[in-house]
């Protein structure tokens, strides 16, 4: 679907982004042969750093925008349902990623035993599904909803508001 608000078009991008990353993780982690646990500075290993950033970019500026700005304008259309369901779901990976970055920071420092490679791995990649999952609900109904909702001037306001973050 192509957009033609600036929000929504930022929004699609990043979540576009989040898809590759996070597909690429797990390409990663499950491809035939692939050395579990990474090696230090291998391409699974900066591949789960780069997760752990984007992810806590994501759950602290994305998610606070969405559920402070655009969420309210959801439910004040009568659409409080999906609004919940996706604040739900943000809680959900909120705590998935606190959990995430802890076991990235361990294994980073070299701190991880195999039980908790194995945490890391399971904890990835249903972050992986969570995280697809979500974007896809995103994409079908917040987007094309903020693309009846909004109007120009709002838009510039949030776009605005959200680049300055």
């Known amino acids: 679907m192509e957009f033609n ?13 989040t898809l590759t ?26 591949c789960l750093r780069e997760c752990a950033g984007a992810l806590a970019q994501e759950v602290s500026a994305h998610f606070a925008f969405e559920e402070a700005r655009l969420f309210p304008r959801l439910e004040d259309s009568g ?16 705590e998935a990623a606190v959990q995430f970055a802890a076991l990235q920071t361990r294994a980073a420092r070299g701190e991880l035993d195999e039980a908790g490679w194995r945490s890391l791995k ?14 896809q609900k995103e994409e079908m109904s917040l987007l094309p909803a903020l693309e009846d909702l909004i109007d120009e001037d709002e838009d510039r306001d949030l776009i605005t508001e959200y680049s300055m973050g």
């Open 79 to 94: 659409e409080g349902d999906i609004a919940q369901l996706l604040a739900e779901e943000h809680a959900l990976i909120r």
């Open 21 to 46: 990353l996070w597909s690429r993780l797990e390409q990663l982690l499950s491809g035939r042969g692939a050395p579990w646990p990474p090696v230090a500075g291998d391409t699974a290993s900066a």
């Open 122 to 135: 399971t904890l990835a990649l249903e972050l992986v599904e969570r995280l697809v999952s979500h974007v």
């Open 5 to 17: 608000l600036n929000i929504t078009r930022r929004l699609h991008e990043e979540h576009a982004a």
